[in-house]
């Protein structure tokens, strides 16, 4: 069914947002500005825009720095909705004298991981119950054992998982020394960036690099994290691209896992700091921005992508570490010759150069081409492995994920109502039953149409679709 966005129209253009439309693109202006602070989005029909979420796109749309800098390009992917005060599922592309820490925010690199594996659905049953049971302890009971050495933990931050590897290689601590140090290795080759940024240890939580201890046990570090985090388990259901798939090492029937979270509270202390930095730096004698945004420049905007770095390093680690946890208890489980290779790890929560810009992504993942895109729907519905494309008009940019439809108080609502949440049939490992309910599957938009509407223009290829089996919130 096609959506009437009419009633929307008219409600930007009183707050002075022009809207046109061309095919399945949206283009949001301010309208009388002398600049160009406008817009692109990709929605399919079917779907509705939000007008909160337009005037946040169109706000950024507009930053400039007094001294110097600004937007050239912004455009939001179909699983566009209102954040806090940036829309998740925006892109945004600034010069390079300039960066937003509020584009970013306090996630700071969250991001997508899959392994695969040689298990089938019905081997994977048989031993379930058993790997729950050391799964529930590792990630939400915090019985996983991962110490750390003061030396390892500047690592992180300083280098990410390269420079981290090469500190614990000799001589892995707890859990660790069931670990493959040389497939954790080979696998930096299909990490977004190898996992490894130019950060700096000075920028870390002092609890976690402590100078007067040698081992600490970092309570953020290999964990999900709230939200729509999870770590998932899921079946391969379809193959759409054979070739590709064969040169992944997908195929039909096939068990695999999927990991979102990030830099937990090393992004929140690091992106709180550059956010309340940036507004302290705005020039004295000038009014703050209307919109309520800080960018910063120069010198500062490069201290911040360094900062930035340090927390990216951290949720490299995290997500790696997560997922050795799970690697190492499906060994434990269905056998110690289990390989569960490492498919493709990539953040959407970052700032990166590209083409001489700085690309803020908030909610949206590189699709460059040939690189594995990762797009997972809710804990009921499908999530896709894509190819990217490398699609320049849309910022080499995809989605990642289906985008909320409904927000966590109105799903509290809906439960109060007795609407039905989409929740049957959906297994779900959680302490916390409030999370089934802000994360059900009703509270999404059709995974379906958001990646269909991607492929249709281009921005990315189906290689296959996965369904989910189990589902781990934190």
Not at 187 to 198: A, C, Q, R
Not at 321 to 327: D, F, H, K, P
Request: proline fraction near 5%; glycine fraction near 10%; aromatic fraction near 6%.
């Amino acid at each position: 069914m096609v959506c009437s966005n009419e009633r929307v129209f008219k409600a930007l253009a009183r707050d002075g947002i022009a809207v046109t439309k061309k095919g399945p693109v949206f283009r949001v202006r301010l309208a009388g500005e002398s600049t160009d602070a406008s817009a692109e989005i990709l929605l399919p029909d079917t779907l509705r825009l939000e007008s909160k979420a337009v005037k946040q796109l169109v706000s950024f749309a507009s930053v400039r720095h007094p001294a110097g800098g600004e937007v050239r390009a912004a455009f939001a992917t179909p699983d566009f909705h209102p954040g806090t005060i940036v829309p998740v599922g925006a892109v945004v592309a600034t010069t390079r004298d300039m960066v937003i820490p509020q584009a970013i925010g306090t996630d700071i690199q969250c991001g997508m991981r899959l392994h695969v594996s040689d298990l089938n659905v019905e081997r994977f049953i048989a031993g379930k119950d058993e790997l729950v049971k050391l799964l529930k302890g590792d990630l939400l009971l915090g019985t996983r054992d991962l110490p750390m050495r003061v030396s390892s933990m500047k690592a992180i931050f300083d280098g990410g998982c390269m420079a981290w590897l090469d500190d614990v290689r000799g001589d892995p601590l707890g859990r660790l020394s069931k670990s493959s140090m040389a497939q954790l290795s080979a696998e930096l080759d299909n990490i977004y960036g190898l996992g490894s940024y130019d950060g700096l240890s000075k920028w870390a939580p002092s609890c976690m690099v402590p100078d007067n201890r040698d081992v600490v046990r970092d309570p953020s570090l290999a964990t999900i994290g709230g939200g729509n985090h999870f770590v998932e388990i899921q079946v391969v259901e379809e193959v759409m691209d054979r070739r590709r798939a064969f040169e992944w090492g997908v195929k039909p029937g096939q068990v695999v896992f999927m990991i979102h979270s990030g830099s937990r509270m090393a992004g929140v202390s690091i992106g709180n700091y550059w956010i309340e930095r940036a507004k302290k730096e705005w020039p004295s004698g000038l009014s703050f921005p209307r919109s309520g945004i800080f960018p910063l420049h120069g010198d500062s905007a490069q201290e911040y992508l360094v900062a930035m770095n340090s927390a990216s390093n951290y949720a490299s680690v995290n997500r790696l570490l997560l997922a050795e946890i799970v690697r190492l208890r499906v060994r434990e489980v269905y056998g110690h010759d289990r390989e569960v290779p490492l498919l493709f790890d990539v953040p959407h929560n970052v700032i990166l150069e590209e083409g001489g810009l700085y690309i803020h992504r908030k909610g949206a993942t590189p699709a460059h081409f040939g690189q594995p895109v990762l797009i997972p729907g809710s804990m009921g519905h499908s999530s896709y492995l894509m190819a990217g494309l490398g699609n320049a008009r849309y910022l080499n940019s995809a989605s990642h994920g289906a985008g909320r439809a409904k927000t966590r108080y109105q799903m509290k609502q809906g439960k109060k109502k007795g609407i039905d949440l989409g929740l049957s049939g959906v297994e779900c490992i959680t302490l916390k039953e409030e999370r089934l309910v802000q994360e059900a599957p009703a509270a999404y938009k059709p995974i379906e149409e958001v990646v269909g509407i991607q492929a249709d223009v281009g921005i990315v290829a189906p290689v296959a679709r996965m369904r989910p089996l189990l589902t781990f919130k934190a």
